[in-house]
């Protein structure tokens, strides 16, 4: 069955104290939604900091969370120096520690920075009707130039998903994907 692509490219989650911290008591102005119900970019951006370096401009993602995180590359992480863990989002124990800084502080997380896994937005009903019942992961046909299987992709089960494959960047450039391309669910 075929799946459409969404490319995620750096961006953080913030819990409403965080967003404070960060920001002041503004209200959050979105700059446009995204395909997954509910959620938007915004047009907040911060910096995120290590010690060996630091990468401007990164979005907040909407609406705020129970959590704050941070989610890059791989090749974010080289320039960072960290050694992030692939993980789904909001499963931060044990994760690496990382710095933003907004327009009025910064803010030091001890754990929050992932790099995010492939995974696959989906409903209970969309799992049925894709014969998809029992399946925690799949493998992806990804074709054209540099086609290949992306394997272990995680069907990630909400009340109210958009039925969408994400990635990050590099993935999509491993790839040679972009936003909007389609793709295919095949058998294990």
Same mark, same amino acid.
């Given at each position: 069955?075929k799946?459409q692509?969404g490319?995620?490219?750096?961006?953080?989650?913030l819990?409403?104290e965080?967003?404070i911290?960060?920001c002041g008591? *503004?209200e959050?102005?979105v700059?446009?939604p995204? !395909?997954?119900?509910?959620m938007?970019?915004?047009k907040?951006?911060f910096?995120? *900091?290590?010690e060996?370096?630091?990468?401007? !401009?990164?979005?907040?993602l909407?609406?705020?969370?129970?959590?704050?995180q941070?989610?890059?590359?791989?090749?974010?992480?080289? *320039?960072?120096?960290? !050694?992030?863990?692939?993980?789904t989002s909001?499963?931060?124990?044990g994760?690496?520690a990382i710095?933003?800084?907004?327009?009025?502080?910064?803010?030091?997380l !001890?754990e929050?920075?992932?790099i995010a896994?492939?995974?696959?937005h989906?409903?209970?009903d969309?799992?049925?009707?894709?014969?998809?019942?029992?399946k925690?992961?799949?493998?992806?046909l990804?074709g054209?130039? *540099?086609g290949?299987?992306m394997?272990n992709?995680?069907?990630?089960?909400?009340?109210?998903?958009y039925?969408?494959?994400?990635?990050?960047t590099d993935?999509a450039n491993?790839?040679?994907?972009?936003?909007?391309?389609i793709?295919?669910i095949?058998?294990?």
């Amino acid at each position: 069955m075929k799946v459409q692509v969404g490319v995620s490219n750096r961006h953080i989650h913030l819990t409403k104290e965080d967003y404070i911290k960060l920001c002041g008591e *503004k209200e959050i102005e979105v700059l446009r939604p995204i !395909n997954q119900p509910g959620m938007f970019v915004t047009k907040d951006i911060f910096t995120i *900091k290590t010690e060996k370096s630091e990468i401007p !401009n990164v979005r907040l993602l909407g609406p705020l969370r129970d959590y704050s995180q941070i989610e890059i590359s791989r090749t974010d992480a080289y *320039k960072l120096g960290l !050694n992030p863990p692939v993980r789904t989002s909001g499963d931060l124990k044990g994760s690496e520690a990382i710095t933003i800084v907004g327009p009025m502080g910064e803010l030091h997380l !001890n754990e929050g920075c992932i790099i995010a896994d492939r995974h696959i937005h989906v409903t209970e009903d969309m799992k049925k009707y894709y014969h998809l019942e029992g399946k925690d992961k799949v493998n992806v046909l990804v074709g054209g130039e *540099k086609g290949g299987i992306m394997f272990n992709v995680d069907l990630k089960v909400s009340d109210e998903a958009y039925f969408e494959m994400h990635i990050d960047t590099d993935d999509a450039n491993a790839f040679m994907l972009k936003q909007g391309d389609i793709v295919e669910i095949i058998e294990d």
